[in-house]
């Protein structure tokens, strides 16, 4: 199976076109894969027609850039079949980053240098299609951000700049000292984490023509192994549309992420070809909108106003 057009998106008129779906390596050093493997994975992805891959500095403590990195030195001819992202802005304390104290954020220009340099390197490949500021920093200086994003665009190290977890207002005091468009807010969006949909976030995609990514859309493998009334609430609607539709569960909720009005771009976060197969599949699922109401109401525990 492989997407059609329509199941390829363009972040923001201006921006890079990306599979509706992505695959994220958050935890792939914990996936246990050989390299050969890990080659399987990918391929297994970009037949599905999975492209966009989704990583960033920190994750596996520093060491899965480096992981995904080796496949690409392996098998260099992959590179052009996928768009990679990447984040930078955190800082862990872990032993290969003796100088980091605590956890903490940094946005200075030298270390977005460094550290989009470092993730070239680590992944073996010449330029990322997108790079995102991870988390707002209190303490960033918005120009000096975009002074050093708009060196590395020129350097052709970056295509693409987004944000991740931003707030509308600190969106917008980035994206008005960039002479480039902020293509994306990546954030975190599921049945059981609404925020986004009412806190202006996605309200200001549309208004910028912008597809954002959604991170953790199962809560993180609450939906599936959490307890608790709200959850019991939205398994139990959950389990009667499974079977008008004929999907899991998980294929359900990745369609009422899907159903969102600004075109959202969904980030997985599974080393399982049979769950990746599953989450493409999922979107073809036609979800009526008054079932996306029945799990929101279930959700929320209430009808909407």
């Known amino acids: 199976m492989t997407q059609s057009a329509s199941n390829r998106i363009k972040l923001h008129n201006n921006g890079p076109e990306f599979s509706k779906l992505a695959a994220?390596?958050?935890?792939?050093n914990e996936w246990d894969m050989s390299t050969a493997e890990l080659i399987d994975f990918i391929e297994n992805c970009?037949?599905?027609?999975?492209?966009?891959?989704?990583?960033?500095?920190?994750?596996?403590?520093?060491?899965n850039e480096g992981i995904f990195g080796e496949a690409l030195k392996k098998r260099p001819d992959l590179r052009e079949k996928m768009e990679i992202v990447s984040k930078c802005g955190i800082c862990l304390p872990v032993e290969s980053r003796p100088e980091h104290k605590l956890q903490h954020y940094n946005t200075t220009a030298e270390h977005i240098r460094k550290s989009v340099e470092n993730s070239l390197k680590e992944l073996n490949t010449d330029y990322?299609?997108?790079?995102?500021?991870?988390?707002?920093?209190?303490?960033?200086?918005?120009?000096?951000?975009?002074?050093?994003?708009?060196?590395?665009h020129e350097e052709g190290k970056i295509k693409h700049v987004g944000v991740s977890n931003f707030t509308t207002s600190q969106f917008q005091l980035?994206?008005?000292?960039?002479?480039?468009?902020?293509?994306?807010n990546q954030v975190e969006c599921s049945l059981l984490h609404l925020h986004a949909i009412?806190?202006?976030?996605?309200?200001?995609?549309?208004?910028?023509?912008?597809?954002?990514?959604?991170?953790?859309?199962?809560a993180g493998g609450q939906l599936f192994n959490g307890s608790g009334k709200r959850i019991k609430r939205i398994r139990k609607v959950g389990k009667k549309l499974c079977r008008k539709y004929d999907v899991e569960f998980d294929q359900l909720s990745l369609a009422w992420c899907f159903y969102l009005p600004f075109n959202p771009l969904t980030i997985l976060g599974?080393?399982?070809?049979?769950?990746?197969?599953?989450?493409?599949?999922?979107?073809?699922?036609?979800?009526?909108?008054?079932?996306?109401?029945?799990?929101?109401?279930?959700?929320r525990g209430e009808p909407v106003p």
């Open 198 to 218: 009412y806190d202006g976030t996605f309200d200001q995609c549309q208004e910028n023509n912008i597809s954002p990514m959604l991170w953790s859309p199962f």
């Open 46 to 63: 970009l037949e599905m027609g999975i492209t966009t891959m989704d990583h960033a500095d920190i994750y596996g403590d520093y060491q």
């Open 174 to 184: 980035f994206q008005s000292k960039l002479d480039l468009p902020l293509v994306t």
């Open 270 to 299: 599974t080393g399982k070809k049979a769950r990746v197969k599953k989450a493409a599949n999922a979107l073809n699922i036609k979800l009526e909108r008054q079932d996306w109401f029945r799990l929101l109401e279930a959700s």
């Open 24 to 28: 994220g390596f958050w935890r792939l």
């Open 128 to 152: 990322l299609d997108l790079i995102l500021i991870h988390r707002p920093d209190p303490l960033m200086d918005a120009s000096e951000m975009a002074d050093i994003f708009m060196k590395l």
